[in-house]
């Protein structure tokens, strides 16, 4: 069963608003719906010890991003550099596009 949409979509810009990691901002780099997570870079970095392997045959300690929960990241409005909520207005068309509450502009989708 697949879960919420989501309105945070990879390649957006966000600020964490909880946690260790507080006011920190970063990019998304993978969105996971069904566990309600994102990855956000430079955010939550933990390190793995992984043995050597054939496809990685030096092994070692790798770091990687783990994922935090979606709640505790706003996205960042890029006209404004300050972080909001978003809510979808829906145009005459049925396009749907994302604004930012706090100022009103409209949130383009990353490329």
């Known amino acids: 069963m697949p879960g919420p949409k989501l309105k945070i979509m990879k390649g957006d810009r966000v600020r964490v608003i909880r946690g260790n990691y507080r006011d920190l901002e970063g990019s998304v780099l993978e969105v996971l719906p069904e566990e309600n997570r994102v990855r956000v870079e430079g955010v939550n970095v933990r390190k793995r010890h992984t043995r050597p392997s054939q496809g990685d045959p030096d092994g070692g300690i790798m770091s990687i991003v783990a994922p935090i929960h979606v709640s505790n990241v706003m ?10 909520r978003v809510r979808i207005q829906v145009e005459e068309d049925g396009t749907k596009e994302r604004i930012a509450v706090k100022s009103g502009n409209p949130i383009p989708k990353p490329q």
Do not use: K, Q
């Open 75 to 84: 996205l960042v409005d890029p006209t404004a550099e300050t972080a909001s």
